[in-house]
């Protein structure tokens, strides 16, 4: 088998596809080698090795090793330098590069192959020792912490004490003889820290720095990090092995990251930053402030340092072209990270650029009027999910800002919450229901968790591409970066700013657009779908299959999901309506009576209010269908709890107390999930459904005198699990619609349907499609009953679940397209054979899930339906299930 694959110098073993096998790193560092860009070369062990490695009880493949030596030879021979050898030191990175990009998951070595004697070396043929030194000295940092386990920290800790000693403020200002004194504490730390001493043979260190990525991929960082964005462990990842080149040889030397269009806006341009006389890590670390790429970009920022464009010409201009060449190629905005060795420029590294939702539009929609991508390209281009975050409120413009810091803009949006200052506690408090802003000095990966529980993140230090910035915008979530007037204290929870201080608790407000954060909560106002977004709609639009409806019944959600594209209402919960202050008390009473005759008084208060209800939505929707679906709860749902409501309500209702408490105990049920609810309400009191019905038909025949557009119902008889059921209640439905029609002389136009939310309901679709005219997959019950499993109770062991594997997602959340799923194939066959005209859709809170509305595609439903705000995202995830 061959594990191990070369790149380099115009040629490489593997290309751009090659992604499963040599990670997303691997497969376009080969990539870039055959464009002929300056690649240093190296090879790369492919994502097989690691497999390999888990499956044989972390053992290597037996031919490992013989071609690492084999590959090492070639690279040997390619740069004319041998590793290990004192006097032509090759050194090497060893860095991990997965499948999909997973920042700062995995650890980089640099500088590999250093010893005493080779750094010598490095310094004769540098010719500059303070250099090799420098080298060497973060070699020994990053080996020790990602390999040895001796943490970073301990290295930092006795160089701040010995520039603190010297009374530097710089790294740059120490000599090479001061770094030598440094090394040497560097190595005895080692020695104290493990017992043995620092390796010095090369080998043994590549060994170690393979073994280390390898091991990383297992790390509890990278298992979450996998978890959150459902990364199977099974990738593996690659390890790339690759000749170093210096960004650290002096002024003429640098590091640094670029994206070929701003990630933040997608507004072209290029957009990056940069550090003179630095190596790899520097730029993200948020050690030093790095410089701006461009001119316009340092002018906008209103940085002093100069950008690389006028500092280092000739490089950038070489640079640039490169950019727009790999752009041009990978016909997508690119995230590049390069290198400048004495004026020569090096490419390190190239991908898919992350992105916030607003670029990821203006990009798709750029790149469409530059000819570089079709429309159809461009919706598949844009992530259903990351849609979520233009969707969201933004700071109300007249509100007067309080602004107690600014930083950097690094990923928009904006937020409020009570600020917190330690990840584990972000999270704790975020699982107790309050939101958070997490303050922090700087992220690592270590606060992966804390960031996702945050509703915003705000960092003292750091650029637009550190850590918190990148992994922000990757999530979604507002993001102030760099905010260098914030003093964090994280002992005592709290920090200062402008002379004010903030403690754990307080509420801020961050706003990632502008870069300030403010002091207590804005007001927030609605998102517009306009420009970039409304060109990829009407693309989308033009794409899908299916229609999209809303899960709605307040006037304000329907108008809502109406200007978001809504194509009908897939569910009004008509529950919702009873809760209303000005209704609860006849429901009350209704529900209290003791006769049918009790009950169908209190049913003529309810009957004018549910009318209007219907009649508002009818209004809104004009002549798309709206499904409304008739009384689902049980009954004790509505009825008082606390002894305070017992009291008003017998008041009202002029019901004694104690008879309220005996009805409300008659009510109670043991399982009232399985209980007397849904179609099981309109077996026993019809008149309640009758009552609805008429609502319906007469707020129809309301509507269509008033306007002359014909509303359209479709009546939804919840919980069915029995054609029987379903064909009684149907009868009684239809025969109201007869009655207001020859009441007001208006034709209600309707269909009568049923959800499918029970396992027998789906197997026996075909008898009930007999009485049916829709079928809605109420997939929230249907989960529930498949699974045998609570939905209010599976928080306390799904944690577990999906460590075990069990379940690969929340099946609440993504729909289980294998037992679910299997019923609703099942419904959809069997449904359709008895009436091929069936109207087919969802209304469980799938209808809203990417993932679930591709399922929902290849199962041939009609339509999904979603809440009000999910609707532009259930637009593009339907086109992009079709394309
Ligand atoms: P990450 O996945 O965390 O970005 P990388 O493997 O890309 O890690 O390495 C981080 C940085 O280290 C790179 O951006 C680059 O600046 C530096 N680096 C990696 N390999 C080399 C190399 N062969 N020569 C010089 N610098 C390197
Ligand atoms: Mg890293
Ligand atoms: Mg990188």
């Not at 009568?752 to 019950?781: K, V, Y």
Request: proline share 5%; net charge negative.
């Amino acid at each position: 088998t061959k594990w191990v694959y070369a790149f380099g110098a115009g040629s490489s073993d593997g290309d751009r596809n090659d992604k499963n096998l040599l990670g997303g790193k691997g497969a376009n560092l080969a990539e870039m080698a055959r464009l002929g860009l300056p690649v240093p070369p190296g090879f790369t062990l492919s994502t097989a090795v690691c497999t390999a490695y888990y499956a044989n009880e972390r053992a290597y493949p037996a031919e490992l090793d013989a071609q690492v030596e084999e590959a090492l030879a070639a690279l040997e021979a390619q740069v004319d330098k041998r590793f290990g050898d004192p006097a032509n030191p090759l050194l090497v990175s060893v860095r991990s590069g997965a499948r999909a990009s997973m920042p700062g998951m995995m650890d980089t070595v640099l500088n590999l192959g250093l010893n005493d004697e080779t750094a010598e070396g490095l310094a004769a043929l540098s010719g500059d020792r303070r250099f090799a030194l420098d080298s060497y000295r973060r070699f020994i940092t990053m080996y020790s912490d990602v390999v040895l386990g001796v943490p970073h920290e301990t290295f930092e800790d006795i160089l701040d004490m010995f520039k603190e000693d010297h009374d530097y403020t710089l790294d740059t200002e120490i000599t090479a003889e001061q770094w030598e004194e440094v090394i040497a504490q560097y190595k005895q730390a080692v020695q104290d820290a493990l017992g043995h001493p620092f390796p010095t043979d090369p080998r043994t260190q590549l060994w170690g720095a393979i073994s280390a990525v390898f091991g990383s991929w297992m790390n509890d960082r990278a298992v979450t990090y996998r978890r959150m964005y459902d990364i199977p462990a099974s990738w593996g990842t690659a390890v790339n092995v690759q000749a170093m080149v210096f960004g650290n040889m002096g002024e003429t030397s640098a590091t640094g990251v670029a994206f070929t269009r701003d990630p933040s806006t997608g507004d072209s341009g290029y957009y990056g930053e940069f550090l003179i006389n630095a190596q790899g890590e520097d730029v993200v670390a948020g050690i030093r402030t790095p410089q701006c790429l461009t001119k316009s970009m340092r002018e906008r920022m209103g940085d002093t340092q100069p950008s690389m464009e006028e500092a280092l010409p000739e490089v950038f201009a070489e640079l640039t072209k490169v950019f727009d060449q790999l752009e041009r190629h990978y016909r997508d905005m690119q995230d590049i990270e390069f290198t400048v060795e004495r004026g020569r420029l090096w490419m390190l590294q190239t991908r898919s650029g992350k992105r916030t939702a607003r670029a990821a539009l203006k990009i798709a929609v750029d790149m469409v009027a530059e000819g570089l991508i079709g429309e159809e390209e461009a919706v598949l281009r844009v992530d259903p999910s990351q849609l979520d975050q233009l969707l969201h409120p933004t700071i109300d413009d007249a509100y007067q800002r309080d602004v107690l810091a600014k930083g950097l803009p690094a990923s928009p949006g904006a937020a409020s919450g009570k600020a917190v200052f330690d990840s584990d506690e972000a999270e704790a408090m975020a699982g107790q229901g309050e939101k958070v802003i997490l303050v922090r000095v700087e992220t690592s990966p270590e606060d992966i968790h804390g960031m996702h529980a945050a509703q915003a993140i705000v960092t003292a230090r750091g650029g637009m591409t550190s850590h918190a910035a990148v992994v922000a915008r990757g999530m979604g979530r507002p993001c102030v970066s760099g905010a260098g007037e914030i003093r964090i204290n994280a002992g005592e929870k709290l920090f200062t700013a402008r002379g004010r201080t903030i403690r754990q608790g307080d509420v801020i407000t961050v706003d990632g657009a502008t870069g300030e954060v403010l002091f207590g909560a804005a007001p927030m106002i609605k998102p517009e779908l306009t420009g970039d977004f409304a060109a990829l709609m009407v693309w989308a639009d033009k794409a899908r299959r299916m229609k999209v409806r809303t899960n709605a019944e307040t006037p304000a959600d329907v108008q809502t999901a109406r200007e978001f594209g809504a194509e009908g209402i897939g569910l009004c919960r008509t529950e919702h309506m009873f809760f209303d202050a000005d209704r609860i008390a006849a429901v009350r009473e209704m529900i209290l009576a003791d006769s049918q005759a009790g009950r169908v008084k209190a049913l003529a208060k309810i009957l004018p209010m549910q009318r209007d209800d219907f009649a508002d939505i009818f209004r809104i929707m004009e002549d798309r269908p709206c499904t409304i679906r008739l009384l689902d709860p049980p009954l004790h749902e509505f009825l008082p709890h606390h002894a305070d409501d017992v009291r008003a309500v017998a008041e009202a209702t002029g019901v004694a107390p104690e008879a309220l408490m005996e009805r409300a105990r008659d009510l109670s049920e043991s399982n009232p999930m399985l209980g007397h609810r849904g179609c099981r309400l309109g077996i026993t009191y019809p008149e309640i459904y009758e009552m609805q019905a008429r609502a319906i038909f007469e707020a129809q025949a309301l509507v269509e005198r008033e306007t002359g557009v014909k509303p359209v119902a479709e009546v939804m008889i919840p919980l069915v699990a029995a054609a029987r059921e379903l064909e009684i209640l149907k009868v009684r439905v239809a025969a109201v619609a007869r009655q207001v029609e020859a009441e007001t002389g208006v034709a209600p136009i309707y269909l009568i349907g049923t959800m499918i939310e029970l396992p027998r309901a789906a197997l026996r679709a075909a008898d009930i499609a007999a009485h049916a005219e829709f079928f809605s997959f109420g997939t929230n019950d249907l989960t529930q009953t498949t699974y045998g499993l609570s939905r209010d109770d599976a928080g306390k062991f799904l944690g577990d679940y999906l460590e075990a594997g069990i379940f690969e997602k929340d099946p609440f959340v993504s729909i289980d397209q294998d037992g679910v799923g299997d019923l609703i194939r099942i419904a959809v066959e069997r449904g359709r054979s008895a009436r091929d005209d069936l109207k087919l859709g969802i209304c469980g809170e799938h209808g809203g899930d990417p993932a679930s509305i591709g399922f929902c595609e290849s199962a041939g439903l009609d339509y999904v339906s979603c809440s009000p705000y999910r609707v532009p995202i259930a637009r593009l995830a339907a086109a992009q299930a079709a394309l």
